[in-house]
């Protein structure tokens, strides 16, 4: 099965410099790869998601990056403010017919210090 | 905009006593699938549904089970339960069934077992 890694655990960065955090998977037939934020407690939202057709997709301050030769994706965060503090989470999808359970990384915990 | 609605938010339990959990997902979506989120880990996925019938299964135990009915709700039945299973779950909805659709979770059911 899918096996998705992601780097680093924790990160802490100063409020409005930029955030990196990063991730591989090892199925080459995954081709769905969301970033999930989730506050304590609450739901994982959706914050930006990117298809194997594309290598980049940003939405104002939040930006992804996909290497399929690689295996690997990003994302990428600027202009941090305080209330991105939150745990992220990579996923991957995608191995073929029927449904597409969303595999998930480990998370990274970002504290953006004001 | 409706979003994924699941009951009961919280839930507690003794040791060997049976749950219930409901998913109501966004009007119109077809697709319906369950996740297990312990303390300080990733969400696991355990099984999901696709026009009513299983469309995949991952590390969802034999003491579980679940359906989506007619109206697309689905339930998770849990049974003997251990302390082991005090979590989070989530349900998530999509629409269309396809590897590349994007998931939107509900808030969550927090189940205590004691």
């Known amino acids: 099965g899918e096996n998705v890694e992601q780097h680093p655990s924790t990160l802490s960065v100063q409020e409005g410099d930029s955030a990196v955090i990063k991730c591989t998977y090892s199925?080459?037939?995954?081709?769905?790869f969301p970033w999930y934020k989730q506050e304590l407690g609450k739901r994982p939202q959706l914050i930006i998601d990117?298809?194997?057709?594309?290598g980049e997709k940003k939405d104002q301050r939040i930006a992804v990056t996909l290497n399929k030769t690689a295996k690997h994706f990003s994302l990428h965060i600027t202009e941090t403010q305080p209330e991105d503090s939150a745990v992220y989470f990579c996923?991957?999808?995608?191995?073929?017919?029927?449904?597409?359970?969303?595999?998930f990384g480990k998370g990274t915990k970002l504290s953006v210090i004001p | 905009a409706a979003g994924v609605i699941q009951s009961p938010r919280h839930l507690i339990k003794e040791k060997r006593e049976t749950a219930t959990l409901k998913c109501y997902p966004i009007?119109?979506?077809?697709?319906v699938y369950w996740y297990q989120q312990g303390p300080g880990q990733d969400p696991q996925f355990l099984i999901s549904?696709?026009?009513?019938?299983?469309?995949d299964k991952g590390s969802i135990p034999d003491r579980f089970s679940a359906q989506q009915f007619s109206d697309y709700h689905s339930e998770l039945n849990m049974s003997s339960l251990e302390l082991g299973d005090s979590a989070l779950y989530f349900c998530?909805?999509?629409?269309?069934?396809?590897?590349?659709?994007?998931?939107?979770f509900g808030p969550g059911t927090r189940l205590t077992v004691l």
């Open positions: 998530a909805s999509s629409l269309g069934g396809s590897s590349t659709d994007t998931q939107y």
């Open positions: 199925d080459s037939a995954s081709n769905y």
């Open positions: 990117i298809r194997s057709n594309v």
């Open positions: 996923a991957a999808s995608g191995r073929g017919a029927g449904s597409y359970q969303l595999t």
């Open positions: 009007p119109r979506h077809d697709t």
């Open positions: 549904f696709y026009e009513k019938m299983q469309s």
